[in-house]
């Protein structure tokens, strides 16, 4: 069966997605090197590295001291607010407030 030809349209042949993926590369690469990005990529892995860094600087002094190695770098430094104290969080705000 033939095409009806409206107004001077040709019929569509072939998908209407057939450019899409060569539209979204070209976008991509323009948004990803952009100097806003390499910034942001920048500032991503300095934290990065100061997170890695930290943690390896906590395991050098962990592992001299303790022998439980695994809770003792899963467990905070200080005194540690255990999930038994959250309820009463609204409370002492409470009392901060009204100067108790």
Known sequence: M???????RLPREGS???GLWAVVAKE???YLT??????LEA???LTAAG???AAAENLRTT????RFLFLAVHRPAGPAAGLHRIPG?????HRHRAGL
Do not use: C, N, S, Y
Request: avoid cysteine; proline fraction near 6%; hydrophobic fraction near 55%.
């Open 89 to 93: 969080l609204p409370g002492a705000a």
């Open 63 to 66: 592992v001299g001291q303790d």
């Open 51 to 53: 997170t890695v860094f």
């Open 16 to 18: 209407p997605w057939t």
């Open 2 to 8: 033939a095409a009806k030809i409206e107004a001077g």
């Open 28 to 30: 991509m690469a323009d």
């Open 34 to 39: 952009g100097v806003r990005m390499q910034i």
């Open 43 to 45: 500032l991503i892995v």
